[in-house]
């Protein structure tokens, strides 16, 4: 996947912070041929996490990312959840990534 900038890290650090607040351990992941920027997980739950930062494009920019990995669910590929966070005005609009596309998640942040 595509690596990140300075802003972009910011938000993966933002992000891994939002998590362990919450209860979850997070782990960035490092390397050229990543899937997640993090993975988090819980007694109960294992996700793993694409972090993005935008200022003007929504998920719909972010298209060819959901079909890639879209297909690591369908094939079963990742053994926990996937979630794609865009921080995006100031405020995270978060997604989990299913089969056929990725559908906005409200409430909780996990």
Known sequence: ????????????YTAISI????????????????KFDIIAWNRDKLIGFVIRRSRTKGI??????????AGLVQKQLFPG???????????????QV?????????GRLV
């Open 19 to 34: 998590l362990k607040s919450s209860g979850y351990i997070a782990e960035k992941v490092t390397g050229s041929s990543r």
């Open 81 to 95: 959840e996937i979630q794609v966070w865009l921080f995006q005005s100031y405020e995270w609009k978060r997604y």
């Open 60 to 69: 719909a920019g972010y298209s060819s990312l959901i079909a890639e990995l």
């Open 1 to 12: 996947m595509n690596t990140i900038g300075k802003a972009g890290r910011t938000a993966v």
């Open 98 to 106: 299913l089969p056929g596309g990725a559908i906005e998640i409200s």
